[in-house]
Nanobody, 122 residues
């Protein structure tokens, strides 16, 4: 079965950093687009960042310049490096795997992780 397992969440002060990891199994990782979504209490889930099989990346405007998505195909793992964290970044962060067909990425994809809590507070 497909599994996406997030880790790395926690409590951090404003301005601090965290790195999230998502380890995937049960899919051909290298041909999937991977994405990070987040959902804060009372808000809709939103796309934070994505990376395609060709390593193209996209970011939400709210995190540009602060977050970096990367992946390691050999480890079947996608990362989200989060710097200069703000209280408004507080959310549950979810890993997602989606199809990329003929150069087009369909997000959100079929598979979700269980989520990891990120809390930014002083």
């Amino acid at each position: 079965q497909v599994q996406l397992v997030e880790s790395g969440g926690g409590l951090v002060q404003p301005g601090g950093s965290l790195q999230l990891s998502c380890a995937a199994s049960g899919i051909i990782f290298s041909i999937y687009s991977m994405a990070w979504y987040r959902q804060a209490p009372g808000k809709q889930r939103e796309l934070v960042a994505s990376v395609t099989p060709g390593y193209s990346t996209n970011y939400a405007d709210s995190v540009k310049g602060r977050f970096t998505i990367s992946k390691d195909n050999a480890k079947n793992t996608v990362y989200l490096q989060m710097n200069s964290l703000k209280p408004e970044d507080t959310a549950v962060y979810y890993c997602n795997a989606g199809r990329t067909v003929s150069g087009r990425t369909y997000l959100p994809g079929d598979y979700w992780g269980q989520g990891t809590q990120v809390t930014v507070s002083s």
